[in-house]
């Protein structure tokens, strides 16, 4: 096999959130919020969470097209049916109706 086509095992995985961007991110976009200490952690995990669930979904799509690459059409189709989800969700919450 190639090597550029392998992993190389010394890379080190960045195990910790980046807190001091987030905050920075925080403060800029709204300024008046008061936030708890660790509501930056909560946010970086839900960003993990969803990306985690787009790529399921566009591992799923990939498959179900008989692809064994994820391609951009994959990706964006996942993104319309988490999309989608989120919308009726909301909707259904407003209006007490289940989708």
């Known amino acids: 096999m190639a090597l550029s086509t392998t ?7 960045r195990r910790k959130a980046p ?8 403060k800029r976009q709204k300024p008046h919020l008061r936030l ?4 930056d952690l909560l946010v ?3 960003c993990l969470l969803f990306v ?3 790529a399921e979904e566009s ?8 692809c064994g690459v994820i391609k951009k059409e994959h ?10 989800y989120v919308n009726c969700k909301t909707f259904a919450s407003e209006n007490e109706k289940d989708c």
């Not at 807190?19 to 925080?26: E, P, S, T, Y």
């Not at 990706?75 to 989608?84: G, R």
Request: charged share 30%.
């Open 44 to 46: 970086h995990l839900n």
């Open 7 to 13: 992993v190389s095992q010394r890379k080190m995985i």
């Open 75 to 84: 990706v964006l189709a996942a993104a319309k049916e988490k999309e989608s």
């Open 52 to 54: 985690h669930r787009l």
């Open 19 to 26: 807190r001091g961007f987030l905050k920075r991110i925080f």
């Open 36 to 39: 708890e200490t660790s509501s």
């Open 59 to 66: 591992r799923i799509n990939a498959c179900g097209s008989k």
